[in-house]
């Protein structure tokens, strides 16, 4: 079946990067998606990586994927007090329904 | 600008009412779902529906029913609410194509007193 593990938080300073990982189960998983929810609001999605692809890169973030290890990080550069938020990997089965799995969510602190 | 609608921001309840959460999406999405977060946990699908009068179980699927009359719409039905279904309820949408982004309604914050 399919689990999505995250860590539950993170803290860091502004300026620094983030990396936020996560591991997932299913290795029939197609694509593996990174949410961003901010406070109060629904889940936009930030940038997504098809599963035979190791590495996707826009701006900011750096999204890495080991498929060996079923290992996905999202990587963010010069984080700012902006990119606070709570931070979901998903991963999509092939089939059908197009079924996405969501991870417990990272809460991302940028201390000032 | 795409758009997914949720009725209702903020729901209070008692416990034992029927309670309906509507969502109306504007993309012309044939796949519709309806999750529950609770901190920890993330998002748990409830239900989901692939087209019109169509629905599947997610992975949590008691105590809750779902309709799809019409496809943009669609609506979670607490048939007897209760203590433990107080949770924030997200519905998304999504095109059938595969890989496609789902898009997020706002939310509704369920408290069954």
């Known amino acids: 079946g399919e689990d999505v593990e995250q860590s539950l938080f993170l803290s860091v300073r502004e300026g620094d990067s983030s990396v936020i990982n996560c591991t997932y189960t299913d290795s029939s998983s197609t694509y593996l998606y990174w949410y961003k929810q901010e406070p109060g609001a629904g889940l936009q999605l930030l940038t997504y990586?098809?599963?035979?692809?190791d590495m996707k890169q826009d701006q900011r973030l750096t999204v890495l994927l080991n498929k060996k290890d079923k290992h996905l990080s999202l990587r963010i550069a010069d984080t700012q007090t902006g990119d606070s938020a709570i931070y979901f990997c998903?991963?999509?089965?092939?089939?059908?329904?197009?079924?996405?799995?969501f991870g417990t969510g990272t809460k991302l602190q940028v201390i000032p | 600008d795409v758009k997914v609608t949720q009725s209702s921001r903020y729901l209070v309840k008692r416990t034992g009412e029927k309670v309906f959460l509507e969502c109306v999406q504007d993309m012309d999405h044939e796949n519709m779902f309806w999750y529950r977060q609770d901190p920890g946990l993330g998002l748990r699908l409830i239900y989901f529906s692939y087209d019109v009068k169509m629905k599947e179980k997610g992975d949590i699927p008691e105590g809750y029913s779902v309709s799809r009359e019409k496809k943009e719409r669609f609506s979670l039905i607490l048939e007897s609410a209760s203590t433990n279904q107080t949770s924030m309820y997200l519905c998304?949408?999504?095109?059938?194509?595969?890989?496609?982004?789902?898009?997020f309604g706002q939310g509704t914050r369920l408290t069954v007193v």
């Open positions: 990586i098809f599963s035979n692809m």
């Open positions: 998903a991963e999509s089965m092939p089939g059908g329904y197009q079924k996405v799995t």
């Open positions: 998304a949408s999504r095109d059938r194509d595969v890989g496609t982004e789902a898009f």
